[in-house]
T-cell receptor, first 113, second 112 residues
Framework: GNSVTQMEGPVTLSEEAFLTINCTYTATGYPSLFWYVQYPGEGLQLLLKATKADDKGSNKGFEATYRKETTSFHLEKGSVQVSDSAVYFC????????????FGSGTRLQVQP | NAGVTQTPKFQVLKTGQSMTLQCAQDMNHNSMYWYRQDPGMGLRLIYYSASEGTTDKGEVPNGYNVSRLNKREFSLRLESAAPSQTSVYFCAGSGDSHYEQYFGPGTRLTVT
């Protein structure tokens, strides 16, 4: 079946540091890939997505590239801010009729001023 | 345009009690989903509905039932709550393109 593996957190960075959160996946066929962000006490918000190999998703300074050869979708940001502190989830959709998402376990990011 | 809404936000139940979690969306989504979120486990699919009048089991359906009342509403029912159902429950909707889902704010349920 499908699965998503994320690096364990928490990840603690100083403001303006470079961020990488690793995500690898196992899936049959050609899934769509997503990063969601969850701020404290809130629901999940779609951060970015990529629907085919070599696509790069980007939003709010975050980027991730769909790498089929390494089955990865690592999240990066060049300069984090305190307001980026949240839990980040990598997810895939298997593009079948069900369209349900399979999530990683989440990575908590803490950015210190 | 409220997106996906859920009620209640918080609920405490005693073991054996029943309750229904409500979800509504105004985004004209055909597909709707119920997930539960537990610490260190991400979100797991309980039930989904691909269209009005259809529902199907997800990864962890035991102890739950659902109703897709119309295109807008998708409810989740716990008939006899158990402590193992203590969790945060999220409803989501999805349109027809690219499979991204839009989530409600969640319901935090505690079963004692």
């Amino acid at each position: 079946g499908n699965s998503v593996t994320q690096m364990e957190g928490p990840v603690t960075l100083s403001e303006e540091a470079f961020l990488t959160i690793n995500c690898t996946y196992t899936a049959t066929g050609y899934p769509s890939l997503f990063w969601y962000v969850q701020y404290p006490g809130e629901g999940l918000q779609l951060l970015l997505k990529a629907t085919k190999a070599d696509d790069k998703g980007s939003n709010k300074g975050f980027e991730a590239t769909y790498r089929k050869e390494t089955t990865s979708f690592h999240l990066e940001k060049g300069s984090v801010q305190v307001s980026d502190s949240a839990v980040y989830f990598c997810a895939l959709s298997d593009n079948t009729g069900r369209r349900a998402l399979t999530f990683g376990s989440g990575t908590r990011l803490q950015v210190q001023p | 345009n409220a997106g996906v809404t859920q009620t209640p936000k918080f609920q405490v139940l005693k073991t054996g009690q029943s309750m229904t979690l409500q979800c509504a969306q105004d985004m004209n989504h055909n597909s709707m989903y119920w997930y539960r979120q537990d610490p260190g486990m991400g979100l797991r699919l309980i039930y989904y509905s691909a269209s009005e009048g259809t529902t199907d089991k997800g990864e962890v359906p035991n102890g739950y039932n659902v109703s897709r009342l119309n295109k807008r509403e998708f409810s989740l029912r716990l008939e006899s709550a158990a402590p193992s159902q203590t969790s945060v429950y999220f409803c989501a909707g999805s349109g027809d393109s690219h499979y991204e889902q839009y989530f409600g704010p969640g319901t935090r349920l505690t079963v004692t």
